[in-house]
């Protein structure tokens, strides 16, 4: 299983290189074809096949014609990241940001929702933020993790695409996923020392 889960970060890590360095009109139709993936399940489309299945490791593969824990993955995390990435010109605005995890990249999309003297639960996002942590399914995820990114989009806060990958394989290990949970949650709650005003006394 962990080794799955390193071939799995190599695997994703690779395929967002290889679209970034792509010169400008391949690459944004490269994006623009796995945006009209965004809501549909691994294998729904036959054009994106190769984005998700070629070079894919066989230890990846799933069998029987359903999509593996790491094909899930890595199809949500590439499909996802175009969905960000749109408006955002390469390389200056690249919207996969290693680092940047999901429960801290929605702290900073919260704290441009709050008003003075609000508090963290108190953002409008916490709400998709809590949906997304407790749905079961795949497709679930997918519907509230559209919903976040699209909102990142729109305030230019990134994500690390790697590690979300890895987040999405872990879901779905009943054993797990409530280590990944409690992750977001840490980090959403955990106020970066770049915006804690004590830290600059």
Known sequence: MSN???????????RLRALAALPEHPRKAALA???????????????????????LPPELEGKGGRPSKAEWAAYLAMTLYALHQQGHDLPHENMNRPGEGLGKAVRRLANTQLRPKEGPEDASVLRRFNALATAEAMPERVHYL??????LRAEGVPLDYVRLAEDLYWLQVPAVAPR???????????????ENPEEEN
Do not use: M, S
């Not at 889960?5 to 994703?12: A, D, I, K, N």
């Not at 074809?33 to 070079?55: H, I, K, M, Q, S």
């Not at 990944?180 to 770049?194: C, M, S, T």
């Open 4 to 14: 799955e889960h390193e071939l799995l970060r190599g695997f994703v890590a690779g």
């Open 180 to 194: 990944i949970r409690l992750q977001w949650g840490q980090d959403y709650y955990r106020l970066p020392k770049d």
């Open 33 to 55: 074809n796995l945006r009209r993936g965004v809501d549909c399940a691994p294998g729904d489309l036959p054009e994106l096949w190769g984005a998700f299945l070629e070079t």
């Open 146 to 151: 559209r919903g976040i990114v699209q909102l």
